[in-house]
């Protein structure tokens, strides 16, 4: 008789919709499988507790303890960084402001899992 599995989900792998439209090999290939795949993974987790194959004070508190959260804002703040390393003037207000949202939500996400 086959074991049933306990785990939560098994991932044998993930489909990009670039993958779906036969979309070539690009320089953001791999963003295309990355971005979705932690999309899918966080999804999952998400799933379960709506399922109620999960306790989720346990799944807040292994995000916390995966500093999901310092992952997740280290991505909009290292895009913060090359939005003004990439400016010609550091004065340009465009630019300035865009990189100031990004810090902003970097700093919101962090703020955000202070409170779980």
Do not use: C
Not at 67 to 93: C, G, I, L
Not at 94 to 102: G, P, T, V, Y
């Amino acid at each position: 008789m086959e074991q049933q599995s306990q785990a939560l989900a098994r991932i044998s792998s993930v489909e990009t919709s670039a993958e779906r439209t036969g979309g070539g090999t690009t320089v953001g290939e791999d963003l295309a499988v990355l971005a979705p795949a932690a999309a899918a993974a966080l999804n999952l987790l998400a799933d379960a507790v709506r399922r109620g194959g999960a306790d989720h004070v346990d799944i807040v508190q292994a995000l916390k303890a995966a500093r999901v959260d310092e992952a997740f804002a280290s991505v909009f703040d290292a895009a913060s960084e090359h939005v003004m390393e990439a400016v010609d003037d550091p004065y340009d207000f465009d630019e300035r402001l865009h990189a100031d949202n990004l810090s902003g939500a970097a700093g919101d996400i962090r703020r955000a899992f202070h409170w779980l």
